[in-house]
């Protein structure tokens, strides 16, 4: 018996994935904009992160299509992202594991340039 696909759920996972990218990545490159995220908020919102990455991976397939579909209605970085970190070479990766700048650089190359 097939397990059934909450797309409303992995919708959520995705969106609420690719803002926490966002609240972090801009964090990193603003560390004094907000003196609110001490290391402890930070953490948290790293592994909140991961763990909606990791329920968009659980869902394999079914969960790289709705990423896929957020990326194609918001060509952003939030949900470039996201849909990258579904690939099968990234599998196994974390946030915190992650080289930054090399991050960056891949949403920089493949983001459609503003008109």
């Not at 803002?19 to 790293?46: K, T």
Request: hydrophobic share 45%.
């Amino acid at each position: 018996m097939s397990v059934p696909v909450l797309k409303d759920i992995l919708r959520q996972h995705a969106e609420e994935a690719a803002h926490l990218w966002c609240v972090y990545d801009w964090h990193l490159l603003h560390p004094d904009e907000n003196p609110d995220m001490d290391e402890e908020r930070l953490a948290r919102l790293v592994d909140r992160l991961d763990a909606h990455l990791d329920g968009l991976r659980v869902a394999g397939k079914h969960g790289q299509r709705i990423a896929q579909d957020r990326y194609e209605e918001f060509p952003e970085a939030g949900e470039l992202f996201v849909l990258r970190m579904l690939q099968p070479a990234a599998a196994k990766m974390t946030v915190e594991t992650l080289d930054l700048d090399a991050v960056r650089s891949y949403l920089a190359s493949k983001l459609p340039s503003a008109s």
